[in-house]
């Protein structure tokens, strides 16, 4: 194991990573891309040399720029979702195709390749293109969903066909990682029993890992709704939710950040309840200004039909902030949940959040001092950090392929169309 100038061991000298995700924070946000970003960076810094294949998301002029990453996009810049919030189809198949084309011209570059679960198509991509190298695989699973869930979000047909490639891509996951036992559990309840590792958590390290909690409550109280404007948060729920609650707490205004296609009927419908003085919706906000919502709100609110994770949960506590999270099944977001102590998990309708928003405001301090407490308990073991530690001690237990090639050595394929930056 060589050292860096500092004294740090790099476990990952001389080794070359693929990362395959079709997203990369900033440009995409979410806590998929901040991973991914703290996972190739962590890569870089351990030693290895990286390569992060995603989709075009950039113009000339803001490129991204990642010390020790090179970051190839292999499709084309496309919006990856239709107006009711459900993604197309056509951009997953064309990043998976460019994954395999890309993958096949460089099949025998890398020590391990890290990829993504969704979307989906660039799982078989990778397994395809790299099929009888023995190069590792391993394969993120941030959710796993039952039929049931893909017959609702994409309709009996592509329903049908979005549930096979999964089941396909569970048994091509030689090596699953998922970030909490529950998505685990749905790995192994969708017949898994290959190798699984259990990632520590997705918390951000830095500011938004140790912001101070303000254990003070709001004087006028706030809800606060953060995400992407889609039917899938549950966002067509808010204005009942807040005329409801409204009842009990007169003076409850609601904060709604985020953007998407249900922002104009949102506002349409807050009108039309004459509800539109007690909201904001200041749109897409900076991680500093999304700490300062949080922070200064009674509760947030996760009325989602899904979510893989929910980061928003852990991220409220941090902050003394508790939360109001619906009980939809695919909804994770309720394990994060200790009852009466960093917020409530209830009922899936508007009569159940706004019950909900009103608990939280009754409890008070009290309740943002136990969120608070909650989150220090669990911070330490829950983040990004941590994890990205854990991909690098698996990536350096790995031999070095004695036949792989070095970082600029030419194939007789050549490379697909499209800007190659590097760090």
Known sequence: MTESPAGVPRPLEAKRICVVYDCIFPWTTGGAERWYRALVEGLASAGAEVTYLTRLQWTAEDAPSLEGVEVVPVSRREPLYLNDGTRRMGPPVRFGWGVFKWLIAHRRDFDAVHVANFPYFSVPATRLALAGTRTPVSVDWFEVWPFRFWREYAGTLGGSFGFAIQELCIRLSTHALVFWEHTAARLRDHGHGRRLTVLAGLLPSGERLTVEANLQAP????????????????????????????????????????EGPE??????????????????????????????????????????????????VVEASACGTPSVVAANPENAATGHIAEDVNGFVVEPTAEGIAAGIVRVVEAGEILRKSSAEWFAARAPHMGADVAVRQVVDIYSALPRRPERRTRGASDSLPDPPGPTVSG
């Open 219 to 258: 004087e006028q109280p706030v809800g606060l709704f953060v995400g992407r404007l889609i039917k899938d948060k549950g966002v067509r729920d808010l204005p009942r939710v807040l005329q409801l609650a409204r009842r009990h707490l007169p003076s409850l205004r609601l904060v709604v950040a985020g």
């Open 263 to 312: 922002r104009e009927l949102l506002e349409q419908m807050f009108g039309e309840l004459g509800l539109s003085d007690a909201v904001n919706m200041p749109g897409k906000v900076s991680d500093d200004e999304l700490v300062r919502l949080i922070s200064s709100a009674s509760c947030v609110i996760v009325a989602s039909v899904r979510e893989g994770y929910g980061m928003l």
